[in-house]
Nanobody, 130 residues
Framework: QEQLVESGGGLVQPGGSLRLSCAAS????????IGWFRQAPGKEREGVSY????????YYSDSVKGRFTISRDNAENTVYLQMDSLKPEDTAVYYC???????????????????????WGHGTLVTVSS
């Protein structure tokens, strides 16, 4: 059974850093990608970043480009999201999701609904506040 489990959320001051982890199990990663989405209070969920598990190609939304870095450890089947220079507007529940690369990219860009993605984690809360 395919499963994703997020960890690493918490409370951090503006300008601080956090690293989120997404541990995957039950996957065959030949044409898959894992991505991060977030949902702030009162807002729709938005795509943040994804990484393809075999090639390592990445995508970032404009709102996090230059501040967040996504990486993977294929030996551990884990994807990381390093978040630096955090802002209060980064406060959200962060979810990881997995699907084929093309499907995940389309969801990231809003071309298709992210509800169609194959597997979701349960989320981890990030709060950026002084």
């Amino acid at each position: 059974q395919e499963q994703l489990v997020e960890s690493g959320g918490g409370l951090v001051q503006p300008g601080g850093s956090l690293r989120l982890s997404c541990a995957a199990s039950g996957f065959t990663f030949d044409r898959s990608a894992i991505g991060w989405f977030r949902q702030a209070p009162g807002k729709e969920r938005e795509g943040v970043s994804y990484i393809s598990m075999r090639e390592g190609s990445t995508y970032y939304s404009d709102s996090v480009k230059g501040r967040f870095t996504i990486s993977r450890d294929n030996a551990e089947n884990t994807v990381y999201l390093q978040m630096d220079s955090l802002k209060p507007e980064d406060t959200a529940v962060y979810y990881c999701a997995a699907d084929r690369i093309s499907t995940l990219l389309a969801a990231m860009k809003g071309v298709i609904s992210d509800r169609s993605l194959k597997v979701w984690g349960h989320g981890t809360l990030v709060t950026v506040s002084s």
